[in-house]
């Protein structure tokens, strides 16, 4: 008889009421379901947590425990979601934790497959995948330009993102959990540190999440700078940061790339605001 594993799934939130009822009934739509779904809330004040409550209600075998914590937002911690994923593994009851992001779109099998490989004993962690989802122009342009490529991806260097990803609670221990210093890249640097204790990763491409990438320039813009600042603050891709700065004066990555060039305002501004909020987060 096959060994069943069961799987704790967690999410961490604050203030998603305009995108909440989206992110559960794409959970609803699962093929298969968590054992439990931890969702921990950091205080949220826009009635994100009503609408929790009565989604749980009326899907009682969807198991949601909702768990709100006001230490788990930016008032009390620098970094509000790695701790609001801790305290969600903290309170799971099973050895196998599958995390995404409630701001994204699950693909109805998602669950399923980002569990599957756990059929081998020998899987420690699953990088699940992630594609835009796509509402306008800007975002479409964005997307072609900055989000990875699955026929271009290196499975050696791959680092999943926590909006798609799951693995033994046993190795989330072993690093000490979510790294809770730092607003951003938490998850690349937790990714790292399971890396350097040698668990071992598989890569599962049909374990597909949707994310919103940004809609606008502007947007674009503040969200390079604030995903810089954890790069910066764990000293992560230090030496493209170092080359980086070349290119501020001579930018040939941009025109040596047709479509960066194409959209050289764009290429150029996610460039420097990145270079900005990097050395942010270096002196942080």
């Given at each position: 008889?096959?060994?069943?594993k ?21 959970y609803?739509?699962?093929t ?16 994100t ?207 040596f ?28």
């Amino acid at each position: 008889m096959e060994n069943v594993k069961k799987i704790s799934l967690i999410t961490t939130l604050f203030n998603e009421a305009d995108n909440i009822n989206r992110f559960l009934k794409s959970y609803k739509n699962q093929t298969k379901h968590a054992d439990e779904f931890i969702i921990v809330d950091g205080g949220s004040t826009d009635g994100t947590i009503k609408i929790i409550e009565k989604f749980s209600d009326e899907n009682l075998n969807l198991k949601i425990n909702l768990i709100v914590d006001k230490t788990c937002s930016k008032k009390f911690v620098a970094g509000p979601i790695a701790k609001g994923r801790n305290v969600a593994i903290e309170y799971s009851k099973y050895d196998y934790i599958a995390a995404t992001d409630a701001g994204c779109l699950l693909d109805n099998k998602w669950f399923e497959e980002i569990v599957r490989p756990f059929k081998d004993n020998n899987i420690d962690v699953v990088s699940g995948w992630y594609e835009a989802f796509i509402e306008n122009n800007f975002q479409m342009i964005y997307a072609d330009i900055y989000l990875p490529k699955l026929n271009n991806i290196n499975l050696e260097t791959f680092l999943p993102s926590s909006r798609s990803i799951a693995f033994k609670k046993s190795c989330w221990d072993r690093v000490s959990g979510y790294p809770e210093n730092s607003l951003t890249a938490e998850d690349t640097k937790f990714d790292l540190d399971m890396k350097k204790i040698e668990c071992e990763f598989i890569f599962a491409p049909k374990a597909v999440v949707y994310w919103d990438c940004p809609r606008s320039y502007e947007e674009a813009i503040d969200k390079a700078s604030y995903y810089a600042h954890g790069d910066g603050k764990f000293r992560l891709h230090l030496k493209k940061f170092i080359l980086r700065n070349i290119f501020l004066f001579f930018p040939l990555n941009i025109l040596f790339s047709k479509n960066r060039r194409k959209n050289f305002k764009l290429s150029y501004g996610v460039m420097l605001s990145y270079q900005l909020g990097y050395i942010k987060g270096l002196f942080s």
